[in-house]
């Protein structure tokens, strides 16, 4: 049962990746009528997640499971919005562009605001100099977020200098390095799935 | 009970009024410390103020409300410095949530520099898809965008007439809080060798050094510091400049706490106590 | 404005956690969860369904259209567990795209692009010491990061010179990180001392 994805993948995936290289104006137009389609179906693929979310709250509202009422909040907030969003459209002035503005952004915004407090207490609590390496770590944390704000100027005048040599050498070498890993990485993960020798994206059979 | 365990006993809760107090302080009694450009930032602003009055440029708006904080004044600074220097804008997002943020940045800047839509800039609303929109948008821009946000055909609208591709485009500008950035970079730049700007959180801003030195990207405009770095080059008072006095101190507030825990270990080792240091774990006790 | 207030009310909730889990917090957890849900439901309707779907098909009557429909359609089957093996063929499509799209663009533009620059001439003076600096730091983190061959001899010198590389980059990183995170509370509280409360000027 798998055998016809497998190909699907493998002819979908050598043909994207071979079509890059061909300029003729015809494969190119293959090339975009095959993107196109990909787009229409990630888009359905974010609606599956919508369509779980509902499965798992639902099911809590069911069988009357702990925090239920919460779940009701849940399901009724995503039928309003959807509703009102295909029927109104979701244009600033819309009612969902302004629920948007009242609940989604607020809401979203706060929910990572809180991330500056376990930050705080976080580095208080656990960032310690136990090794060479850890106080390297921590003496490079702490020049850095002083000499990156305004008052780094003021503490010295040559800490703003310090933070860009930082930044510009010892840190540009390790993420170049970083970035050369990954790409290798994603290559040769992307030509495991193109070849059908990766299938766990499949799911169990 | 020693200090050193006293000093890492203390309620978490203490540490987050600490940090409040850190915020709240310098906002409502401001130090106005100086803000000094740095030149990543410089060389972003001086790649865009070096392109002609008409010059199309294609803006990705690619963040949604959680990054707001550090990216919506981003936007609008860039956006105010394009509209002055009357470059037409052609906006976008990859980000289903970032709809409404692209929009109010769009109307903010227009409404502070007078850009009246279709003729100063295009709202081209939201597509699903990243690598496929940017290579799409790349082969054949109305493939992927037939109409623009508000339903208007791309060949009505003055700012999208004749355009098709990043070949049509003086730049590209990437305002993103995640590895759209990354794609940029390879399918925009690195295909279609469009000339990039990356405005990024601080999160990710050390992650782009390396195409800062490969000239992959022009310039790198980092967080809320950064931002409020370009506000003072386009000389602009924006929520990103009036918030570094409190950037700064909080961020003394954090240095010191490191600091404070480190010498508390210090000493306990010192008198032969075991302390260890809690372990951060959740925030519910 | 009745909205500012609802806005207020709401980012005090989420703060409300910071005391204690609390009725509050999880009201506004879960109201976040569905109105965020449904704002990307919508979304999708409006942005691609409608112009790249439903337009071509209806008003350009352009029936290849009916081609991603389908696929999309099987995506959906997945929600049930008897549909797991119609999803499959879209899941392979997408996925066998997202591959094929990744091959040349990591290659190009973070293997390729990032080796040219790599084996550039080193300046003279200052500028060349810091170019030796970053291809010594390139080749020893690298050399970390080969696992195949255990760090021993010249390898384990190289590999212990990339971890104090490494360090300094994510020392540099976490204190962005900070500076990350500081900032989005600081425009939460513009908000409710300026927005909410006045306090502050607009």
Same mark, same amino acid.
């Given at each position: 049962?798998?055998?016809?994805?497998?190909?699907?993948?493998?002819?979908?995936?050598?043909?994207?990746?071979?079509?890059?290289?061909?300029?003729? &104006?015809?494969?190119?137009?293959?090339?975009?009528?095959?993107?196109?389609?990909?787009?229409?179906? &990630?888009?359905?693929?974010?609606?599956?997640?919508?369509?779980?979310?509902?499965?798992?709250?639902?099911?809590?509202?069911?069988?009357?499971?702990?925090?239920?009422?919460?779940?009701?909040?849940?399901?009724?907030?995503?039928?309003?919005?959807?509703?009102?969003?295909?029927?109104?459209?979701?244009?600033?002035?819309?009612?969902?562009?302004?629920?948007?503005?009242?609940?989604?952004?607020?809401?979203?915004?706060?929910?990572?605001?809180?991330?500056?407090?376990?930050?705080?207490?976080?580095?208080?609590?656990?960032?310690?100099?136990?090794?060479?390496?850890?106080?390297?770590?921590?003496?490079?944390?702490?020049?850095?977020?002083?000499?990156?704000?305004?008052?780094?100027?003021?503490?010295?005048?040559?800490?703003?200098?310090?933070?860009?040599?930082?930044?510009?050498?010892?840190?540009?070498?390790?993420?170049?390095?970083?970035?050369?890993?990954?790409?290798?990485?994603?290559?040769?993960?992307?030509?495991?799935?193109?070849?059908?020798?990766?299938?766990?994206?499949?799911?169990?059979? | 009970?020693?200090?050193?365990?006293?000093?890492?006993?203390?309620?978490?809760?203490?540490?987050?009024?600490?940090?409040?107090?850190?915020?709240?302080?310098?906002? %409502?009694?401001?130090?106005?410390?100086?803000?000094?450009?740095?030149?990543?930032?410089?060389?972003?602003?001086?790649?865009?103020?070096?392109?002609?009055?008409?010059?199309?440029?294609?803006?990705?708006?690619?963040?949604?409300?959680?990054?707001?904080?550090?990216?919506?004044?981003?936007?609008?600074?860039?956006?105010?410095?394009?509209?002055?220097?009357?470059?037409?804008?052609?906006?976008?997002?990859?980000?289903?949530?970032?709809?409404? #943020?692209?929009?109010?940045?769009?109307?903010?800047?227009?409404?502070?520099?007078?850009?009246?839509?279709?003729?100063?800039?295009?709202? %081209?609303?939201?597509?699903?898809?990243?690598?496929?929109?940017?290579?799409?948008?790349?082969?054949?821009?109305?493939?992927?965008?037939?109409?623009?946000?508000?339903?208007?055909?791309?060949?009505?609208?003055?700012?999208?007439?004749?355009?098709?591709?990043?070949?049509?485009?003086?730049?590209?500008?990437?305002?993103?809080?995640?590895?759209?950035?990354?794609?940029?970079?390879?399918?925009?730049?690195?295909?279609?060798?469009?000339?990039?700007?990356?405005?990024?959180?601080?999160?990710?801003?050390?992650?782009?050094?390396?195409?800062?030195?490969?000239?992959?990207?022009?310039?790198?405009?980092?967080?809320?510091?950064?931002?409020?770095?370009?506000?003072?080059?386009?000389?602009? %008072?924006?929520?990103?400049?009036?918030?570094?006095?409190?950037?700064?101190?909080?961020?003394?507030?954090?240095?010191?706490?490191?600091?404070?825990?480190?010498?508390?270990?210090?000493?306990?080792?010192?008198?032969?106590?075991? #302390?260890?240091?809690?372990?951060?774990?959740?925030?519910?006790? | 404005?009745?909205?500012?207030?609802?806005?207020?009310?709401?980012?005090?909730?989420?703060?409300?956690?910071?005391?204690?889990?609390?009725?509050?917090?999880?009201?506004?957890?879960?109201?976040?969860?569905?109105?965020?849900?449904?704002?990307?439901?919508?979304?999708?309707?409006?942005?691609?369904?409608?112009?790249?779907?439903?337009?071509?098909?209806?008003?350009?009557?352009?029936?290849?259209?009916?081609?991603?429909?389908?696929?999309?359609?099987?995506?959906?089957?997945?929600?049930?567990?008897?549909?797991?093996?119609?999803?499959?063929?879209?899941?392979?499509?997408?996925?066998?795209?997202?591959?094929?799209?990744?091959?040349?663009?990591?290659?190009?533009?973070?293997?390729?692009?990032?080796?040219?620059?790599?084996?550039?001439?080193?300046?003279?003076?200052?500028?060349?010491?810091?170019?030796?600096?970053?291809?010594?730091?390139?080749?020893?983190?690298?050399?970390?990061?080969?696992?195949?061959?255990?760090?021993?001899?010249?390898?384990?010198?190289?590999?212990?010179?990339?971890?104090?590389?490494?360090?300094?980059?994510?020392?540099?990183?976490?204190?962005?990180?900070?500076?990350?995170?500081?900032?989005?509370?600081?425009?939460?509280?513009?908000?409710?001392?300026?927005?909410?409360?006045?306090?502050?000027?607009?």
């Amino acid at each position: 049962m798998r055998r016809g994805p497998l190909l699907v993948t493998f002819l979908s995936g050598a043909a994207v990746a071979a079509l890059f290289f061909i300029p003729n &104006y015809k494969a190119q137009a293959v090339n975009n009528k095959l993107l196109e389609w990909t787009l229409v179906v &990630y888009a359905f693929a974010l609606i599956l997640g919508s369509m779980s979310l509902w499965n798992s709250h639902a099911r809590k509202l069911k069988v009357r499971a702990e925090g239920w009422p919460f779940s009701l909040v849940t399901l009724v907030s995503l039928v309003v919005i959807t509703v009102l969003g295909i029927w109104k459209g979701v244009d600033e002035g819309s009612p969902v562009g302004r629920i948007y503005n009242t609940v989604n952004s607020p809401l979203a915004s706060t929910m990572f605001a809180l991330l500056a407090f376990v930050i705080a207490s976080a580095a208080f609590r656990a960032f310690r100099a136990r090794s060479v390496e850890a106080t390297l770590l921590l003496i490079t944390a702490i020049v850095m977020m002083i000499g990156r704000v305004s008052i780094g100027p003021i503490i010295s005048p040559h800490l703003p200098g310090i933070t860009e040599w930082l930044l510009d050498v010892p840190n540009l070498a390790a993420k170049r390095a970083i970035a050369i890993g990954v790409g290798l990485g994603a290559v040769s993960t992307a030509l495991k799935i193109i070849l059908g020798i990766e299938r766990s994206y499949l799911g169990r059979s | 009970m020693t200090w050193a365990r006293k000093v890492l006993s203390i309620d978490r809760r203490y540490i987050f009024l600490l940090v409040a107090a850190g915020v709240v302080l310098p906002l %409502l009694r401001p130090l106005n410390l100086p803000i000094t450009v740095t030149p990543r930032v410089q060389a972003a602003y001086d790649a865009i103020d070096a392109l002609p009055p008409g010059s199309k440029v294609l803006l990705s708006m690619d963040y949604e409300p959680d990054i707001m904080a550090e990216l919506f004044p981003m936007s609008v600074a860039v956006l105010r410095h394009c509209f002055k220097k009357h470059l037409q804008v052609i906006a976008m997002t990859l980000y289903p949530a970032g709809t409404g #943020l692209g929009q109010q940045a769009l109307h903010t800047a227009a409404k502070a520099e007078g850009a009246v839509l279709n003729k100063d800039y295009a709202w %081209l609303g939201y597509k699903s898809g990243f690598q496929v929109v940017m290579i799409g948008i790349g082969e054949n821009l109305r493939g992927m965008y037939p109409v623009d946000f508000y339903g208007t055909p791309l060949d009505s609208i003055p700012v999208t007439r004749g355009v098709n591709s990043y070949r049509q485009m003086a730049m590209v500008i990437n305002l993103s809080g995640s590895s759209a950035t990354d794609y940029w970079i390879q399918f925009a730049q690195g295909r279609f060798h469009a000339p990039l700007v990356v405005g990024c959180t601080a999160v990710m801003a050390t992650d782009y050094y390396p195409y800062l030195s490969s000239k992959q990207i022009l310039g790198l405009v980092g967080g809320m510091k950064g931002a409020a770095e370009y506000e003072r080059l386009i000389g602009i %008072l924006g929520d990103a400049r009036r918030g570094m006095d409190a950037q700064s101190l909080v961020h003394v507030i954090v240095a010191l706490l490191v600091i404070l825990g480190n010498l508390a270990l210090f000493v306990s080792k010192r008198a032969g106590e075991d #302390l260890g240091g809690r372990p951060a774990g959740s925030m519910t006790r | 404005m009745i909205e500012t207030w609802i806005a207020a009310f709401l980012t005090l909730c989420v703060f409300s956690f910071l005391y204690r889990e609390n009725p509050f917090y999880r009201f506004a957890e879960h109201l976040f969860v569905g109105s965020a849900a449904g704002y990307l439901l919508a979304v999708q309707w409006n942005s691609v369904l409608i112009p790249n779907v439903w337009t071509p098909l209806v008003h350009g009557k352009d029936l290849v259209v009916l081609i991603p429909l389908a696929l999309g359609l099987m995506m959906l089957a997945r929600i049930w567990s008897k549909g797991a093996g119609i999803a499959r063929w879209s899941i392979a499509f997408y996925v066998g795209i997202y591959s094929g799209v990744a091959i040349p663009g990591y290659m190009q533009a973070q293997i390729f692009a990032q080796l040219a620059d790599a084996a550039k001439p080193w300046p003279a003076g200052f500028a060349g010491v810091n170019a030796a600096l970053v291809f010594i730091g390139l080749i020893t983190v690298l050399a970390y990061f080969f696992f195949s061959l255990p760090h021993r001899g010249i390898h384990g010198i190289g590999a212990r010179i990339g971890i104090y590389f490494l360090m300094v980059a994510f020392g540099a990183s976490f204190g962005y990180t900070v500076m990350a995170r500081v900032s989005l509370l600081i425009s939460r509280v513009q908000f409710l001392l300026r927005d909410w409360l006045h306090i502050l000027p607009s």
